[in-house]
């Protein structure tokens, strides 16, 4: 009922953490569905991740900027947040009280989404466990790989993309 890709960002989302994965996830299926059809629920949810990333590193003013870009889309389609096993009313409220929480420069705390699907909220709990991870459980402060993840992940295969698209474009300029 929901795709699989979603279900991992919930894990994620909820289990160990792991904004800067959620973004990865949900961005790789978002560009893979076909543009007619994208919904831009998607970005919302990638966006909240992010905010949420930067909140915790206490990069405020990429919080909040993110934030409320993600709030623009979830108030824009509450159907479509209710399709996806939330409820949007208690989503718009949470993401209103966090937006001024950011504002107010405070410290980052997790925060669970408010999943109304008894069958999706299952399925992600059980797929926590099969990770390792308890369902709710707070963030790990202290973990540096959550904290910077953007600094520490292996780059390798974005950086030798970059290259080839660097090298196709001087190649191209000669001819």
Request: charged share 25%.
């Amino acid at each position: 009922m929901y795709p699989e890709e979603y279900i991992m960002f919930l894990v994620h989302f909820h289990g160990d953490r792991d904004y800067f994965e959620c973004h990865e996830i949900l961005e790789d299926y978002w560009k893979r569905t076909p543009s007619p059809v994208r919904s831009s629920i998607w970005v919302g949810l990638i966006q909240l991740a992010v905010a949420l990333y930067h909140q915790r590193r206490q990069n405020f003013a990429g919080a909040v900027k993110l934030l409320s870009s993600a709030i623009e889309i979830v108030n824009s389609d509450p159907a479509g947040i209710q399709k996806l096993g939330l409820d949007p009313h208690a989503l718009q409220s949470q993401l209103k009280d966090r937006l001024a929480d950011m504002h107010q420069q405070k410290p980052y705390t997790s925060m669970n989404l408010p999943i109304t699907d008894p069958d999706l909220l299952a399925a992600c709990q059980q797929r926590c466990t099969e990770q390792g991870f308890t369902f709710g459980q707070p963030s790990e402060l202290t973990n540096a790989y959550l904290l910077d993840k953007h600094k520490l992940r292996d780059r390798s295969e974005v950086i030798a993309e970059r290259n080839r698209s660097l090298l196709a474009k001087r190649k191209a300029k000669e001819l």
